[in-house]
T-cell receptor
Framework: DGGITQSPKYLFRKEGQNVTLSCEQN?????MYWYRQDPGQGLRLIYY???????QKGDIAEGYSVSREKKESFPLTVTSAQKNPTAFYLC???????????FGDGTRLSIL | GIQVEQSPPDLILQEGANSTLRCNFS?????LQWFHQNPWGQLINLFY???GTKQNGRLSATTVATERYSLLYISSSQTTDSGVYFC???????????FGKGTSLLVTP
């Protein structure tokens, strides 16, 4: 079954801890994206990658890091520098930027 | 950056009613998508419609790119249509979606 898989669904972070959110796609898409959603708001772009081993910062990249070592995978690390990490995180992929983006089911991150 | 404005912000309908949601954007775009976010947070692709008109069952959408707006029509609404509807665009030469704040729809029995 083709699609985008995000894990875990729920994640709790302790103060000062880094956590990594997983995103895997088997759609053979070149581009992948990470978005953050706060309650009652639309999505905002954190990072995106158009090709393996390359990625660019989005509007709210501070306190986050990514890697793109494989076409299928685009993990997001929420570092301790991100002071307000509680949010819903969504990963997406597409063939290119002007093609439709498809989303995973998201990860809800909370602070302990 | 590109501005995306959706209206109305909130909408309450009785089952069976029709509605029109609007999305205005401030710049030329090469991608426009409509999504439905269900209560579990899943974003469901409704339409990829940078221009023209498309229909899918009770839903249809029209984008007039030259006038920078898109409309989503919901006919004969059902309680399962409840949720938040987002419009999102990619501006020309851009790569990522810019989202509006959404229209929150509640359909009552």
């Amino acid at each position: 079954d083709g699609g985008i898989t995000q894990s875990p669904k729920y994640l709790f972070r302790k103060e000062g801890q880094n956590v990594t959110l997983s995103c895997e796609q088997n759609l053979n898409h070149d581009a992948m994206y990470w978005y953050r959603q706060d309650p009652g708001q639309g999505l905002r772009l954190i990072y995106y990658s158009q090709i393996v081993n390359d990625f660019q910062k989005g509007d709210i990249a501070e306190g986050y890091s990514v890697s793109r070592e494989k076409k299928e995978s685009f993990p997001l690390t929420v570092t301790s520098a991100q002071k307000n990490p509680t949010a819903f995180y969504l990963c997406a992929s597409s063939y290119q930027g002007d093609q439709p983006q498809h989303f995973g089911d998201g990860t809800r991150l909370s602070i302990l | 950056g590109i501005q995306v404005e959706q209206s109305p912000p909130d909408l309450i309908l009785q089952e069976g009613a029709n509605s029109t949601l609007r999305c205005n954007f401030s710049d030329s775009v090469n991608n426009l998508q409509w999504f439905h976010q269900n209560p579990w947070g899943q974003l469901i692709n409704l339409f990829y419609i940078p221009s023209g008109t498309k229909q899918n069952g009770r839903l249809s959408a029209t984008t007039v790119a030259t006038e920078r707006y898109s409309l989503l029509y919901i006919s004969s609404s059902q309680t399962t249509d409840s949720g938040v509807y987002f419009c999102a665009v990619v501006r020309d030469s851009g790569y990522a979606l810019n989202f509006g704040k959404g229209t929150s729809l509640l359909v009552t029995p």
